[in-house]
Each structure stands twice: as C-alpha cells, then as structure tokens.
C-alpha cells in the first residue's frame, strides 16, 4: 500500500468543492491527484482548492482512470451522471465514494453493486446527515434499545420556498427527481439507519406542481424548471408493521421551512430537531435534552469520508453500504411510480 491514496475527482462544482475537496485534503492519509471536469470553470476551481496541476484536470474520466493510477475516486457528478462513471472507475480498479442519492433507479444500482463485487473494491454513498454529532446520539439511543421497537417515523424535509436556483437539481434531464431525490433522500436515509434498515413492502404516494413555476416562487428562469414536481408524500409500509410517513418539497405555502426526523418505538421515541429524546419514566413522559459534544469536530461529509478511508486502509464495513441505497432508491422509484399510477405500489 502507498503512504497515501491517490484520490481523483469526477466533477468539481458546488459539492465538491463545498464540502469533498475540504473533507479529503484534511486527511493525512490521502491526496487528490487528478480532476475530471467537463466545465473548464469548475475544473480550475476544483484544481486550484486541491492543489491539483493543470496537466492532471481532464474532460473524460476514462482517460484519468487509464493515466492516473488511482485509488480511489469520488463521484460528484449530477445524478444522471453518478452510475456511469461509478462503474468505470470499479473496472478500472478504484474504490468509489458517490453523491446522493446514489443514482436515479433500483436497476442502475444493481449495476453499480455488480460492478463493486466483479472489482472487489469498495464503494460508500454520501449520507451526510447520518453523521451530524446528534444523529450519531441519535443512532447509538435507538439501538440501544432507548426508543424499544420503532414502529412509525416520520421524515419531512418540506421547504416553504426554495427551489434549487442552482447546481443541476431543477433540471429534470440531469436530476431524474425533484426535492424527493435533491432533500427527501437524506431525510428518508437518517429514518432508515435509525430504524436499522427494515425490508420495504409499498410504497402509496402523490407528488404535485402547482406553485413553482410562478415567478414570485421561482429564484430563476422558469424554463429551466424542467421537473415534474415540487412537493412530494409517501406513505412506506415495511415488514412487521413498520411504517414511514415521507414528504419533501421546494414550494409549499407552509408557514416556513420545516424538517424533521421522528421515530417512534414501543418505549420511547426521538426526534432529530430540535434533538429530543421521549422516554415514559415513573409514570411521566420526559422530554430529555442531551447535551452533545462532538469528539472530532468534524462536518457529516468529513467524518463520512474519513471513515470510508478507514474502511480502505484498515478494512471493515463501509459507511454507507450501496446495499442500504438500494432500498432507499426502490422507496424513491416506488414514490414516482405510486404518484403516476395514482395506487399503492409494491417495490
Ligand atoms: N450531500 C449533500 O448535502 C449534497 C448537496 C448538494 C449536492 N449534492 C449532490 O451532489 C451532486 C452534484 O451536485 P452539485 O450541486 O455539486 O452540482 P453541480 O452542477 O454544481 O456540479 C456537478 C459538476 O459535474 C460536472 N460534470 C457533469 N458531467 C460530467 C462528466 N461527464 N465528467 C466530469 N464532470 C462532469 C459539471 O460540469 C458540474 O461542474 C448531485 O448528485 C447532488 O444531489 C449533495
């Protein structure tokens, strides 16, 4: 093994260099050698924040992989773009980090776990959320046994207004989804590792576009406004009687934004924000207020790399197995495919 990870980066715009290229160039035990970029603008930009040479910023990701001898590489691409160049670096020999969600169908994640198992490398999807000091508390509660069995949860990441004026998210061509794919994926994730991943049955939803395109709602250009929904609401049935209450929107006429992961088990319950523990004690439910003092000081996509690097250093479980997108992408085409066929759908 080298004394560091040769890292390479496919796609360099807000994401990447928000919060990828900062989170790996803390780590002692990784560099990032190499760029693919089919912006000009955002290559060099990516390059200038991970001190990559102009002669290692590429347009086509297959080139760097047949140059660059990389480790690994990190996926930062629109979400129409995450499956291709996943595969390619796996055959090529790479372990790979991706952005949510992880891709834009259940068949385009099999592939991608094909791929992982034919490599034998590894490959980890970004669920930031999972990793915030409190849904780390949140987590070791819960399986702890503080909440008992959870039973029902609810998810909401419901903007008031706020309809992605940037990146790639309202542009149905790169996106695939609207606010169910760009914030209810992350909501619907931090659930599911809470409740430890319960089997998903059905899925019965409905999606609508009613107020996004007006221009007092819309930040930009409303023809660029290409997806087909701005509010999104499922109602998940699981395995034993486990059930998930979903919505995410852009644009609601709610009295602002409001975001919140609540589960609910026989002897407790915790919701994520503000983060507050429920237990009935001495016959009085106590609203409990833990304080929580991060260790490490790190963001969720720093402490979500930094264990993905372990993982490849010291072997183990990655972070966030593809397995585990895989049943939250089968939720995610379940919740369009319910809304089109306007019935409850097995998935
Ligand atoms: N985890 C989070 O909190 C979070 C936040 C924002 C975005 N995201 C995810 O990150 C991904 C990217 O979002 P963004 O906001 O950074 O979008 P962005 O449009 O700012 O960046 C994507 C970049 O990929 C580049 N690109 C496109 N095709 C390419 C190709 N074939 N090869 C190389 N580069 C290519 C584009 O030129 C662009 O610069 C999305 O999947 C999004 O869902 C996650």
Same mark, same amino acid.
């Given at each position: 093994?080298?004394?560091?990870?040769?890292?390479?980066?496919?796609?360099?715009?807000?994401?990447? %260099?928000?919060?990828?290229? !900062? +989170? *790996?160039?803390?780590?002692? #035990?990784? =560099?990032?050698? /190499?760029?693919?970029?089919?912006?000009?603008?955002?290559?060099?930009?990516?390059?200038?924040?991970?001190?990559?040479?102009?002669?290692?910023?590429?347009?086509?990701?297959?080139?760097?992989?047949?140059?660059?001898?990389?480790?690994?590489?990190?996926?930062?691409?629109?979400?129409?773009?995450?499956?291709?160049?996943?595969?390619?670096?796996?055959?090529?020999?790479?372990?790979?980090?991706?952005?949510?969600?992880?891709?834009?169908?259940?068949?385009?994640?099999?592939?991608?776990?094909?791929?992982?198992?034919?490599?034998?490398?590894?490959?980890?999807?970004?669920?930031?959320?999972?990793?915030?000091?409190?849904?780390?508390?949140?987590?070791?509660?819960?399986?702890?046994?503080?909440?008992?069995?959870?039973?029902?949860?609810?998810?909401?990441?419901? %903007?008031?207004?706020?309809? !992605? +004026? *940037?990146?790639?998210?309202? #542009?149905? =061509?790169?996106? /695939?989804?609207?606010?169910?794919?760009?914030?209810?994926?992350?909501?619907?994730?931090?659930?599911?590792?809470?409740?430890?991943?319960?089997?998903?049955?059905?899925?019965?939803?409905?999606?609508?576009?009613?107020?996004?395109?007006?221009?007092?709602?819309?930040?930009?250009?409303?023809?660029?406004?290409?997806?087909?929904?701005?509010?999104?609401?499922?109602?998940?049935?699981?395995?034993?009687?486990?059930?998930?209450?979903?919505?995410?929107?852009?644009?609601?006429?709610?009295?602002?934004?409001?975001?919140?992961?609540?589960?609910?088990?026989?002897?407790?319950?915790?919701?994520?924000?503000?983060?507050?523990?429920?237990?009935?004690?001495?016959?009085?439910?106590?609203?409990?207020?833990?304080?929580?003092?991060?260790?490490?000081?790190?963001?969720?996509?720093?402490?979500?790399?930094?264990?993905?690097?372990?993982?490849?250093?010291?072997?183990?479980?990655?972070?966030?197995?593809?397995?585990?997108?895989?049943?939250?992408?089968?939720?995610?085409?379940?919740?369009?495919?319910?809304?089109?066929?306007?019935?409850?759908?097995?998935?």
């Amino acid at each position: 093994m080298r004394d560091k990870l040769r890292v390479g980066f496919v796609g360099t715009g807000g994401i990447a %260099r928000g919060q990828h290229i !900062p +989170a *790996w160039m803390q780590l002692p #035990d990784a =560099e990032i050698v /190499a760029i693919s970029e089919i912006d000009p603008k955002a290559g060099a930009l990516g390059a200038e924040m991970a001190k990559v040479d102009k002669a290692h910023i590429y347009d086509d990701y297959e080139k760097m992989f047949e140059d660059e001898d990389l480790d690994v590489v990190d996926v930062c691409t629109a979400n129409c773009m995450h499956m291709p160049p996943t595969v390619a670096a796996l055959e090529a020999g790479c372990h790979v980090f991706v952005e949510k969600p992880v891709a834009t169908s259940a068949d385009e994640v099999r592939k991608m776990i094909a791929a992982r198992d034919k490599s034998q490398k590894l490959l980890c999807v970004t669920q930031n959320m999972r990793y915030s000091d409190e849904a780390i508390a949140a987590k070791r509660f819960v399986d702890e046994g503080g909440i008992g069995d959870p039973y029902w949860a609810k998810a909401e990441y419901l %903007r008031a207004r706020g309809v !992605p +004026a *940037w990146g790639a998210f309202s #542009d149905v =061509e790169k996106s /695939a989804g609207g606010p169910c794919y760009d914030i209810g994926v992350h909501v619907l994730d931090l659930t599911l590792h809470l409740m430890g991943f319960p089997e998903p049955v059905s899925v019965s939803a409905n999606t609508w576009l009613e107020i996004a395109n007006k221009p007092s709602v819309m930040a930009h250009d409303p023809k660029k406004y290409t997806v087909p929904e701005e509010l999104a609401v499922g109602f998940i049935r699981f395995e034993n009687d486990i059930c998930v209450s979903l919505g995410a929107s852009w644009a609601l006429n709610a009295t602002g934004n409001q975001n919140n992961v609540s589960v609910f088990g026989t002897e407790g319950g915790v919701q994520m924000w503000p983060f507050t523990l429920v237990k009935e004690e001495h016959g009085m439910m106590l609203n409990c207020t833990p304080q929580v003092i991060g260790d490490k000081g790190l963001g969720g996509h720093a402490e979500e790399i930094s264990q993905f690097v372990d993982a490849i250093i010291r072997g183990g479980m990655v972070p966030v197995p593809p397995e585990q997108a895989l049943i939250t992408q089968r939720i995610l085409d379940g919740i369009y495919k319910s809304a089109e066929e306007g019935t409850e759908v097995k998935v």
